[in-house]
């Protein structure tokens, strides 16, 4: 653990002290290789590691675009002076709320309480390793010069940054929508931040759901209709809906999917939030399990609120050409032949559902980010996107894996209206029919086309929300 925090904010060469006589001014002009007046990222990277000041990757790029206001791809001596005075006032509020009991001085059991509140369990021995690494004076001791000299060329202020590489994010999009919520700091919340990566998440999420809606459209349609005397296949899949409906029919269903996102994004956040304050007790730290159990409850309550959408997208997807005329058209048959217990057809086994899905899609997670941590984390603990993509990926499709039989039972009752009166049954009844005519490998219809859509969903969400985040003018 110690080299994760060390990797994020912490060096071992000798930081450049702004107190002696090598001013602002002196440090500029020594940087400014070829004299044009400003300070480019190569000529920060090579002056700063010429001098022996030790900085992590990324950071010449970071403090570039940060104290580059007038966007030429430079820092002149205004916005390089500038840059390093407001980088230090935030430095300071960082040493400020390190500092436990105002004496001006960090110790190791500071260090350790701090990191504890953000939810990085560290133990004495790490916090006293990091400590070391800053005390110039060998006191055990670092006051503001020695924390202040060793931040300044490091882009990272607020120690929220440590957990940040490796927050969960809901930017992975792959159709399911019951992971348990993104974390936001405080900052983010008091900013406004948390609404601007909401909204770039659902945009990420309704392009990546359109990109790979006929993957999903066919495993709706295998789930229901496939046995082992009707086998669909998947191009065999493709083509009879295409034959029945055309290209476009692919897309079937795909509008109220997209629909669907804001309201579900916007309650699950708003429930997670209140959940967790009730789960931890006051002035205390988040626990995994507390979250665990948050996350549950708000995507339960999530779900419970729009899962009428859940069923008008599942009857649409399955509806033949000119069966209905658009989302209200499908919501209102429902509604006069059924009645409104039809529109939470489901509502059990989805609920039961969300328990090994945000169970396993977490617990697999923080496995392989702690396996990439201990093995890989040597000089910084950014694991890069293909690491953070991947682990996503994975915990996502394990947690799938889990439940994919209780979303197979889930459809086929949401479908029930479209299917023979033979076919109708309670979720018990519906899965001792499955086991006894299609065998276990029968609750896993449709789940080949439901694993080919990860990796593209997760791709276009990913590049989406990018582009949303830049868009929004989302700091990164």
């Not at 709320?97 to 309480?113: H, P, V």
């Not at 399990?289 to 549950?296: E, P």
């Not at 050409?321 to 429902?334: E, H, L, P, R, S």
């Not at 941590?373 to 994975?394: E, R």
Request: net charge positive.
């Amino acid at each position: 653990m110690y080299q994760v925090i060390r990797g994020l904010l912490l060096t071992d060469s000798r930081c450049w002290d702004p107190d002696s006589q090598r001013s602002y001014q002196d440090l500029f002009d020594k940087l400014d290789t070829n004299k044009d007046g400003k300070v480019d990222v190569a000529e920060l990277r090579a002056g700063l590691t010429a001098m022996g000041i030790s900085f992590r990757k990324g950071a010449a790029q970071k403090i570039v675009s940060s104290g580059d206001k007038n966007k030429d791809g430079g820092l002149d001596f205004n916005e390089f002076n500038k840059y390093l005075k407001e980088h230090e006032k935030k430095l300071r509020l960082t040493f400020k709320s390190l500092d436990k009991n105002n004496d001006g001085r960090i110790d190791a059991s500071e260090i350790k309480q701090s990191l504890e509140e953000l939810g990085m369990d560290i133990t004495q021995e790490e916090a006293q390793t990091i400590l070391q690494s800053m005390d110039i004076d060998g006191t055990m001791m670092v006051d503001w010069n020695e924390w202040r000299d060793h931040f300044l060329f490091n882009p990272a202020h607020n120690l929220n940054e440590i957990v940040r590489y490796w927050k969960h994010s809901t930017v992975l999009d792959i159709g399911e929508s019951i992971a348990i919520p993104d974390e936001f700091t405080e900052e983010e919340k008091t900013s406004g931040g948390w609404w601007k990566q909401l909204a770039a998440g659902a945009m990420a999420g309704a392009v990546s759901r359109t990109g790979t809606a006929p993957l999903d459209r066919v495993k709706v349609f295998m789930q229901v209709h496939s046995s082992k005397s009707n086998r669909i296949t998947l191009l065999g899949g493709l083509k009879q809906m295409i034959k029945e409906g055309g290209v476009t029919s692919l897309w079937r269903g795909n509008g109220i999917n997209v629909l669907k996102i804001a309201p579900e994004t916007a309650i699950k956040f708003m429930a997670y939030e209140q959940y967790k304050k009730l789960l931890t007790p006051e002035g205390g730290k988040v626990q995994t399990h507390q979250r665990f159990m948050a996350g549950s409850l708000a995507g339960a309550t999530a779900q419970s609120s729009i899962y009428p959408m859940e069923v008008m997208k599942t009857r649409l997807t399955l509806g033949k050409t000119g069966q209905y005329n658009g989302m209200f058209d499908c919501a209102k048959k429902i509604l006069r032949k059924e009645g409104i217990k039809a529109f939470y057809k489901g509502y059990t086994p989805n609920m039961i559902g969300i328990i090994p899905y945000a169970g396993i899609d977490l617990a697999v997670y923080e496995s392989l980010k702690n396996a990439w941590l201990s093995s890989y984390a040597k000089d910084t603990a950014n694991p890069g996107i293909l690491v953070l993509l991947g682990c996503g990926t994975i915990s996502s499709t394990c947690g799938q894996l889990a439940s994919y039989p209780l979303a197979l039972l889930r459809t086929r009752m949401q479908a029930q209206a479209t299917l023979d009166a033979s076919d109708k049954s309670t979720m018990s009844g519906l899965l001792k029919g499955i086991l006894a005519n299609e065998g276990f490998f029968g609750l896993y219809r449709g789940i080949l086309p439901n694993f080919m859509k990860v990796i593209p969903a997760v791709s276009i969400s990913y590049v989406v929300y990018e582009y949303m985040k830049t868009g929004l003018g989302i700091s990164k």
